[in-house]
């Protein structure tokens, strides 16, 4: 409240320094009797994130990802550390902190069921007090970009899963948030579903410099959406930098398929090596840190090149890997 | 800045109207069964009545109370339980909330949750059972042949109204239970669906220590019963002194307050726990 100013125009639009979050969690061990012990959801994490970029939160069922969030939304208080979103502490200013932020949950909708997709936009332009000619420019905008026109007179019961992904999308962007949380965006949809909400999220962090932050099972969301990623496993940050940092850590390798002219035996380049061979293409692993060019240049000089792609390594294998290390350490 | 916060009574009520508004229109959407629903509630609701029409074909009096009485005593509960189980009759469903996660979407709402909480699924086929209650109260005062003065014509609608708020505030308190304890709402309905059954008989059948414990412990006895036997001139149970049938409105803002706290105690758990 004493400065607000100050902490909006602040670089940092999310801040957390050692946040902690313990619950004490009883378990049963016989009747009326229980055994508490604590737990550490969210380990002193401090990261924070300007305005504008957009994030991925990843890690395993129980990471902490969850808690996360709902420390940075306001639904659950911080036992410990420091935590600011748009220069607010979001358990202590919970209502004014909503009108700022969006929230996506991928699991369930918070659309009205039996009505028509429309009335819960009616609904939330009522309860944010959007001016309506803000509310129109919205909900003209998202419909348009997230293909709702033809939905907004439907029974949200009627809807498929996509289109109900976008419909609640949109509903958390009407009241113009600076910042997105969504858990999950991609969860149960279809290729076409998942390559619409990707696009639209892109377009809304580029043109409108929205702040993201989702947490996802999908990494394809990640490698196609986020610069930046975060890990985190047992309430701990493992990584925050940029996506192909990660490969360094994980020392993963990328993989470069080439197709010759003819069938050939195995090529032999430097700092490459040939995993599979199918008729005249070929596959090469290759460190991910090191740049494809010079490995192509190398090849397109010795051998008959038609033509290449680079496959980027699964981070999903990445992150297992980086977790083995840190167990073994 | 965007739009002040959405706090405070004004916003409470506001919240309120608007997901209620949106819970009648989902039951719109199929008609049918709301007109039947409201029907079954008026029906299964006044089964209640029926049941002591029944046990006056073999009585005259029950208690010391004749029938037109007892309807007294039934129409005031009826009406004020079925105010405020219309109102927020649905804050027994937040165990549920806790348990599925629901919950936290309320919590990211610009509204505060009390309100969004006891709006939820906002059913006005309840309107059955005060529509009961108000024709029991009708019938009562019918046969019933009550000398009125200005202080028992006014005790009336104040009865009726400080009820609905004492068993709001059971409700409410009920519902903060259950952010410990998520599967207690049976607890909760043991208070308010089996308080509203205790208050329709009067206290005379009853034991003096359940007399005491409704009327000193969970002060249900405000509801209908010192009010009620003030109108009617009968004697008072525990030798109370008349000037307690005027203790409603106190009684109740006495009880929304210490719901209202409670509310805000199990919410404050629930966002330190989660659970």
Request: no cysteine.
């Given at each position: 409240m004493s400065q607000p100013a100050v902490d909006s125009d602040s670089q940092d639009f999310i801040e957390l320094d050692r946040v902690e979050k313990v619950f004490d969690v009883r378990k049963k061990t016989g009747f009326l009797r229980s055994e508490r012990h604590e737990v550490r959801a969210v380990d002193s994490i401090s990261f924070t994130v300007p305005r504008g970029e957009m994030v991925g939160y990843i890690g395993p069922n129980g990471a902490g990802k969850s808690t996360t969030i709902k420390m940075l939304t306001g639904i659950l208080t911080p036992s410990g550390g420091r935590l600011r979103v748009a220069g607010i502490d979001p358990s202590r200013e919970r209502i004014r902190l909503a009108h700022r932020i969006g929230v996506v949950f991928g699991q369930r909708t918070t659309l009205w069921w039996d009505l028509p997709l429309i009335d819960s936009y009616r609904l939330m332009h009522r309860m944010y007090r959007i001016p309506n000619a803000r509310y129109a420019e919205n909900l003209d905008r998202c419909v348009e970009l997230l293909d709702l026109a033809e939905l907004l007179d439907r029974p949200v019961r009627q809807l498929s899963l996509g289109q109900r992904m976008r419909g609640d999308i949109a509903a958390a962007l009407l009241h113009d948030p600076e910042v997105l949380y969504l858990d999950e965006p991609t969860i149960g949809l279809d290729v076409i579903s998942k390559a619409k909400v990707r696009e639209f999220l892109r377009d809304l962090n580029a043109e409108r410099g929205t702040t993201v932050l989702l947490t996802t099972h999908d990494l394809q969301d990640i490698e196609q959406l986020c610069r930046r990623v975060m890990v985190i496993d047992h309430g701990r940050l493992m990584y925050d930098g940029p996506l192909s940092g990660l490969h360094e850590v994980g020392e993963s390798e990328r993989m470069l398929v080439v197709d010759l002219e003819r069938e050939l035996p195995p090529l032999t380049v430097e700092s490459a090596r040939v995993v599979k061979v199918e008729g005249p293409r070929q596959w090469l692993a290759f460190p991910a840190a090191q740049s494809a060019a010079p490995l192509v240049a190398r090849i397109a000089q010795a051998y008959p090149l038609v033509d290449l792609s680079v496959r980027e390594p699964d981070i999903e294998a990445v992150i297992a890997k980086m977790y083995a290390d840190r167990a073994t350490a | 800045m965007v739009g002040a916060p959405y706090g405070g009574l004004r916003g409470s009520l506001s919240a309120y109207r608007m997901i209620a508004a949106m819970w009648i229109r989902s039951t719109m959407a199929y008609r049918t069964s709301f007109a039947i629903t409201a029907f079954v509630n008026f029906a299964v609701t006044a089964f209640d009545f029926l049941a002591i029409l029944l046990m006056f074909a073999q009585v005259d009096r029950l208690g010391g109370y004749s029938l037109g009485e007892i309807a007294l005593l039934y129409g005031c509960t009826s009406t004020s339980f079925g105010l405020a189980d219309l109102a927020i009759g649905s804050m027994d469903r937040l165990g549920r909330r806790v348990r599925d996660g629901t919950l936290d979407a309320l919590l990211v709402r610009p509204a505060p949750v009390l309100a969004q909480v006891a709006a939820d699924r906002f059913a006005l086929r309840r309107l059955g059972r005060v529509t009961q209650g108000v024709l029991v109260l009708a019938y009562a005062f019918a046969v019933l042949d009550i000398s009125w003065t200005p202080a028992k014509a006014l005790l009336i609608p104040v009865m009726l109204l400080s009820g609905a708020a004492i068993f709001g505030a059971v409700f409410v308190g009920g519902a903060a239970f259950q952010f410990v304890a998520q599967d207690a709402s049976e607890v909760q309905n043991a208070f308010t669906y089996g308080g509203n059954t205790l208050l329709q008989y009067p206290p005379t059948v009853f034991a003096k220590d359940i007399v005491r414990s409704v009327t000193?412990?969970?002060?249900?006895?405000?509801?209908n019963w010192l009010p009620a036997l003030y109108v009617l001139d009968r004697p008072y149970p525990l030798d109370l002194p008349h000037w307690t049938a005027f203790l409603p409105p106190l009684v109740a803002a006495g009880c929304c307050a210490l719901a209202g706290a409670a509310w805000r105690v199990g919410l404050r758990s629930y966002r330190s726990t989660g659970s």
């Open positions: - | 000193f412990v969970l002060p249900l006895a405000f509801v």
